[in-house]
C-alpha cells in the first residue's frame, strides 16, 4: 500500500512540476522584456516606436506627429525600481519632453538636428539609470537624408 501511496504522490510531483513550467516562448520573452510589467518600461519601449515614426516622418519629409502629450507619462510612469524616480530623473524627463517639443515645433531644415538632440538627451538619461536600451536607442542615430 505504502508502495502505492509513493507513487502516486511521484506522479502528482510530476504533474504539478510539468504544468508549472514554462513554454519556450514564455523563457524567450521573459529574457526578451524582463520588466514587461512596469508601466515605466512599457512606455519607453512605446516611445522608441514612436521615434522610429518621426525618424521615418523625418526621412521621408513628412510632417510629424505630435506625441508629446503620451511622452508626458514618462514623469509620472511608475518603474520597475522605485529608486529611479529621483529628482534627477525628473530633470531629465522634463528635459526629453521640452527636445520633444522644441522637435515638434521645428522647421523641417532643423528636424534632422533636432532629433538627434531628442535621441541623446535619452542616451544621457539611460547612461545613468538603466543601460540596457542604449544599443537600441543607438539605432536611432543613423543618418537621416
Not at 71 to 91: D, S, Y
Amino acid at each position: 500500500m505504502l508502495k502505492y501511496i509513493h507513487i502516486a504522490f511521484c506522479f502528482l510531483v510530476l504533474l504539478f512540476a510539468s504544468c508549472s513550467q514554462k513554454t519556450d516562448a514564455e523563457v524567450s520573452k521573459s529574457v526578451k522584456f524582463p520588466n514587461e510589467d512596469a508601466p515605466l518600461a512599457l512606455l519607453m519601449r512605446e516611445m522608441f516606436t514612436d521615434m522610429e515614426d518621426i525618424l521615418q516622418a523625418i526621412e521621408n519629409g513628412d510632417e510629424i506627429r505630435s506625441y508629446l502629450e503620451k511622452h508626458r507619462e514618462i514623469l509620472n510612469a511608475k518603474p520597475t525600481n522605485p529608486q529611479v524616480k529621483t529628482p534627477t530623473f525628473a530633470l531629465m524627463g522634463s528635459a526629453y519632453l521640452e527636445n520633444l517639443q522644441i522637435l515638434e515645433e521645428s522647421p523641417q531644415a532643423l528636424m534632422q538636428d533636432n532629433f538627434k538632440m531628442v535621441v541623446q538627451t535619452c542616451l544621457g538619461c539611460h547612461q545613468q539609470y538603466c543601460p540596457g536600451p542604449i544599443k537600441k536607442i543607438n539605432l536611432l542615430n543613423k543618418e537621416t537624408s
